[in-house]
């Protein structure tokens, strides 16, 4: 089959940069933007398949369905991952392809969170209403064509912000246990699998617009050791707050921030950005201090970090496990200042991986995505 062979030449370019630093292909732009440097796992690796993936990979998008549950997101809030990605997939970009015969996966453009909100009964816990509707639109569309039956749903993806993303796949069994689910939470205990599912950076734009959200102080003008603000939703907080809060000046602590002071100013001043997880794994403070350029600190268990395939998490953050909370002034301050100042330009350097672009651009959060979809349709091999 023509797509498979395809992919198959994708995986020896990709396998021989891997191997050969020296064969590295040049991108055909020279002045764009080439991966380099310790932020990534193998940066050669990462260029060839970003290529690999410009020249070959194609996305089918269901037309099947109707807004605002279908092809229609939340694109001003904290589910502004999901949204914006579904709007530039309906939109329309280089990936997407008409032709069934073309595409390499086919994409779900049902929104999670706008079942939930158009079909959900608040405080009831009862998903039946949800999960029903992403049953029937895969009724449908396996019904009227042939893919979803002819890989058992296994090149097929659907793509969630909400909380409940991971119980809503599990309307259908395929869905749930062979499609590719692009998850915000993105839980390794909670049947996510990071060599098939893609964790999903979850980013809270409620103006819908990035704009003053991008930039922080130079190292040495950052006053603040650490700082974090937030409600008391889950464990890890809870444990958090308990040791920190109010404890000491250098660790800023805040389960409600005070009305005098900025969040994004006092991001801004801070050399390290506490991200803890909530009542879910994933946080949107993850990417605020990233678009801040603050080191992030991240405290959770079982978090399967966005672009963990190709980014070096270690090179620019710093993992604190829940276990040591207490010790976290410690261990912050163990971190040299020449360490640190290398840390922080890493941030700086990965920010572009994380930014939202009206339209997307090379290398940013919305191809990076795509990129994460194109890596585990690689490690799949269908026998069509």
């Known amino acids: 089959m023509k797509l498979e062979a395809g992919l198959s030449k994708a995986r020896a370019a990709i396998r021989e940069a891997t191997l050969s ?28 398949s970003y290529l690999e993936m410009e020249k070959r990979f194609k996305i089918f998008v269901y037309e099947e369905g109707e807004p605002p549950l279908v092809h229609n997101g939340p694109c001003k809030s904290i589910y502004s991952s999901e949204g914006i990605f579904i709007h530039e997939m309906v939109l329309g970009n280089r990936f997407r392809t008409r032709s069934q015969e073309r595409a390499h996966v086919h994409f779900l453009p049902f929104s999670v969170v706008a079942m939930i909100q158009f ?5 009831s816990f ?9 049953a029937d639109y895969i009724d449908v569309i396996s019904k009227k064509y042939h893919y979803w039956n002819q890989s058992l749903g296994a090149d097929h993806f659907m793509l969630s912000c909400h909380d409940w993303g991971p ?6 069994p395929l869905l749930n246990k062979n499609s ?5 939470n993105a839980n390794s205990s909670e049947d996510f699998y990071p060599q098939r599912d893609v964790p999903l950076p979850e980013i809270n734009i409620p103006s819908g617009s990035i704009e003053g959200m991008l930039g922080g102080l130079r190292p040495s003008a950052r006053t603040i050791l650490a700082f974090f603000a937030g409600g008391v939703h889950g464990w890890i907080r809870s444990i958090l707050l308990q040791h920190w809060k109010n404890k000491d000046p250098d660790i800023q602590a805040f389960e409600y921030l005070p009305h005098d002071l900025s969040y994004w100013d006092m991001l801004r001043k801070s050399k390290f950005c506490l991200c803890p997880s909530g009542y879910e794994v994933a946080s949107p403070r993850l990417v605020e201090a990233i678009y801040a350029e603050c080191v992030p600190v991240i405290i959770s268990d079982h978090y399967v970090l966005p672009f963990s395939d190709v980014l070096n998490w270690a090179s620019f953050s710093v993992e604190v496990k829940v276990g040591e909370i207490e010790r976290l002034k410690e261990i912050l301050e ?11 330009r890493r941030v700086k350097q990965v920010q572009r991986h994380f930014v939202v672009n009206e339209p997307p651009k090379r290398y940013d959060v919305f191809h990076m995505v795509i990129h994460s979809v194109w890596l585990r349709r690689l490690n799949l091999k269908l026998h069509l």
């Open 180 to 184: 590719i689910r692009v998850l915000c």
């Open 334 to 344: 163990g971190i040299s200042m020449e360490k640190y100042v290398r840390m922080q």
């Open 119 to 123: 079909v959900y009964t608040p405080s």
């Open 167 to 172: 119980h809503t796949s599990a309307a259908n």
């Open 21 to 48: 630093h020296r064969n590295r292909t040049p991108i055909e732009d020279p002045d764009d933007y080439a991966p380099k440097g310790g932020i990534y796992r193998n940066s050669y690796a990462f260029h060839r």
């Open 126 to 134: 009862d998903l039946y209403p949800v999960k029903n509707l992403v």
